[in-house]
């Protein structure tokens, strides 16, 4: 079975905080995810690695970034954390695709980050 | 763009009876569509997908997705519910055909009642 592990289950931060959210992935997937999942709002894309050292934006990244010097692990810094930032983190991990080879996401369990 | 909607916030439904919560879509190109379930405090998990070929897909846990391309659907069906279903249900799409990034819709709130 594949895992995706998350560092934290809760973490409570305050402004201006520089924080560190670790995920690890056993099944060799060169693909990795973090997205942010708000009520109402779905599940947006912060940042996309599809290699080591590799990372696209996503469709949120402002006042994010993102490390992965390792093929299994994918890091999201919040770098200067603010209230708008609380919500609940999710990692994910997946096979590299392309075109007519789409593979499904595996997910961690979430990080539930608060900003006081 | 890519883009996928999921009318209903929320789907309430009777143990027993059939359910369906909706989804449709806009790609250019071939839609490939995904479903994907998530219970109280976990990650999300993958339910199934459609790719091409039959338009009745079949998944874990009893659920089924029907794909119809001249209504730009890809519903979630499951024929007989059970409490036990009850979860948010996220819909998605895969972002552009050279990229493996999904686009995900809001998600539909499933409550099953005894």
């Known amino acids: 079975d594949v895992k995706v592990t998350q560092s934290s289950r809760y973490l409570v931060k305050r402004t201006g905080e520089k924080v560190f959210l670790e995920c690890v992935q056993d099944m060799d997937h060169e693909n990795m995810f973090w997205y942010r999942q708000d009520p109402g709002l779905g599940l947006r894309l912060i940042y996309f690695s599809y290699d080591v050292k590799m990372k696209e934006k996503g469709d949120i990244p402002e006042g994010y970034s993102v490390s992965r010097e390792k093929k299994e692990r994918f890091s999201l810094i919040l770098e200067s954390a603010s209230t708008n930032q609380t919500s609940m983190y999710l990692c994910?991990?997946?096979?590299?695709?392309?075109?007519?080879?789409?593979?499904?996401?595996?997910f961690g369990p979430g990080t539930r980050l608060t900003v006081t | 763009a890519q883009s996928v909607a999921q009318p209903e916030d929320q789907v309430n439904v009777a143990e027993g009876n059939p359910l369906t919560v909706k989804c449709t879509y806009s790609?250019?190109?071939?839609?490939?569509l995904f479903w994907y379930v998530q219970y109280p405090n976990r990650g999300l998990q993958f339910l199934l997908k459609?790719?091409?070929?039959?338009?009745l897909v079949k998944g874990s846990y009893g659920f089924e997705a029907e794909f119809n391309k001249s209504q730009t659907s890809f519903h979630l069906k499951k024929p007989s519910a059970l409490v036990s279903d009850s979860a948010l249900y996220f819909c998605?799409?895969?972002?552009?055909?050279?990229?493996?990034?999904?686009?995900f819709g809001t998600g539909t709130r499933l409550q099953v009642f005894p």
């Open positions: 790609v250019s190109g071939n839609p490939y």
């Open positions: 998605a799409v895969r972002g552009s055909y050279n990229t493996d990034k999904l686009i």
């Open positions: 994910a991990s997946s096979q590299a695709g392309g075109y007519g080879s789409p593979y499904e996401q595996y």
């Open positions: 459609y790719i091409t070929g039959d338009n």
